[in-house]
């Protein structure tokens, strides 16, 4: 069973930047694909990037695309996501999940595993 603890959250100003990461544990690196998502309340939990595990094919939702990276380290156990040009239309919890398929997708019911959340605050 996977852990996944994420953290970088914060405030930050619009047009800035930031990097969120997530550290997995309970497997072994490569074993899960991997995305970010972020839910504001009274809305759904939105997927905004994965990486897929088998060939680190990587997916972007509308919202975030051009202004998002998300990439792992070497042993794939660190999930980055960076972001660029923020709005505070980005303000929300971000979570990253793992999912046990090969190649990613930003469905939220195919993911298994979820990470407690990290708060990102834009302020205009």
């Known amino acids: 069973q996977a852990q996944l603890a994420e953290s970088g959250g914060g405030t930050v100003q619009s047009g800035g930047s930031m990097t969120l990461s997530c550290v997995a544990s309970?497997?072994?690196?490569?074993?899960?694909?991997l995305g970010w998502f972020r839910q504001t309340p009274g809305k759904e939990r939105e997927g905004i990037a994965c990486i897929s595990r088998i060939d680190q094919s990587t997916l972007y939702g509308d919202s975030v695309k051009g202004r998002a990276t998300i990439s792992t380290n070497s042993a794939k156990i660190t999930i980055y996501l960076q972001m660029t040009t923020l709005k505070p239309e980005d303000t929300a919890m971000y979570y990253c999940?793992?999912?046990?398929?090969?190649?990613?997708?930003?469905?939220?019911?195919?993911?298994?595993?979820w990470g407690q959340g990290t708060e990102v605050i834009v302020s205009a």
């Open positions: 309970g497997y072994g690196g490569g074993r899960y694909s």
């Open positions: 999940a793992a999912s046990a398929l090969d190649y990613c997708s930003l469905r939220r019911s195919t993911y298994l595993y």
